[in-house]
């Protein structure tokens, strides 16, 4: 794939997010793809990541991601981005930085960074 079809897939993977299209953001994902994300224990796999994202997407009432900036190059794009989702008890904001690494039209590997703070201020008990 080009790099513009390398970014174009990163855009419609984050607009999947935002309406909450779990078989789309299951879709673009390879079946051996691998997800870290920053505070996180160890890598995931397309089901634990895909499940944890449906989790919160369907508890959210309101889902928005702001792209703030997308820089590709060879099979990685880089995708700065400002969420914000609306639960009943409250409100989460936080500023990404996603790295995926896509090969023939699929994720094959993504790196998730976040305002860990904001996630504790957000979810902790």
């Not at 299951?26 to 895909?50: A, K, M, N, Y």
């Amino acid at each position: 794939m080009s790099i513009e079809e390398n970014k174009a897939l990163a855009r419609r993977y984050m607009q999947a997010v935002v309406d909450g299209d779990i078989d789309t953001v299951r879709e673009l994902q390879h079946p051996d793809v691998t997800w870290w994300i920053l505070g996180g224990e160890s890598t995931l796999d397309r089901d634990t990541f895909t499940n944890m994202v449906a989790q919160g997407l369907v508890a959210a009432k309101e889902r928005k991601i702001t792209i703030t900036g997308l820089t590709a190059e060879d099979d990685r794009v880089a995708v700065m981005a400002e969420g914000e989702m609306v639960f009943p008890d409250r409100v989460y904001r936080n500023s990404y930085h996603n790295l995926l690494v896509i090969r023939d039209g699929k994720i094959v590997e993504g790196r998730e960074y976040m305002d860990t703070k904001a996630v504790e201020a957000a979810f902790a008990p």
